[in-house]
């Protein structure tokens, strides 16, 4: 079962920006911790940003003061502004959600397909 569900990457040139989105499934009536992992080729994925449904966020340095992580509890829906883009900030991007609420039953975490961004001139 698809329990999230991401949107908005692309192609952008550096210095550009993106919106991430991701939404979780309507079967789902609330999430502990969403996040936004990347994964570059060749390496690990990493954690980019996190946010409790209390509002504590936490990011990567390599991030700080050009993403920012925001969400809509009412829709489950957490979102990642990207200003600044740099090259090294290509990679595909996952959503991640921490014990998620559910009509039917409850799941401890899910994670989305991911999407692609690309940063290049």
């Known amino acids: 079962q698809v329990l ?3 949107s908005g990457g692309g ?3 550096p210095g550009g920006s993106l919106r ?3 939404a979780a499934s309507g079967t789902i009536i609330g999430i502990n911790t969403m996040a936004w992992y990347r ?3 060749g390496k690990q994925r ?3 940003a996190s946010l409790t449904s209390g ?3 936490r990011y990567v340095d390599s991030v700080k003061g050009r993403f920012t992580i925001s969400r809509d509890n009412a829709k489950n829906t957490v979102y990642l502004r990207m200003n600044s883009l740099k090259p090294e900030d290509t990679a595909v991007y996952y959503c991640y959600g921490d ?3 559910g009509y039917y039953r409850d799941y401890d975490d899910a994670w989305g397909q991911g999407t692609q961004v690309s940063v290049s001139s």
């Open 20 to 22: 991430l989105s991701c």
């Open 46 to 48: 990493e954690l980019v």
């Open 99 to 101: 014990k998620l609420r």
């Open 4 to 6: 999230l569900v991401e």
């Open 39 to 41: 994964q570059a080729p």
């Open 55 to 57: 509002g504590s966020s």
């Open 11 to 13: 192609v952008v040139q």
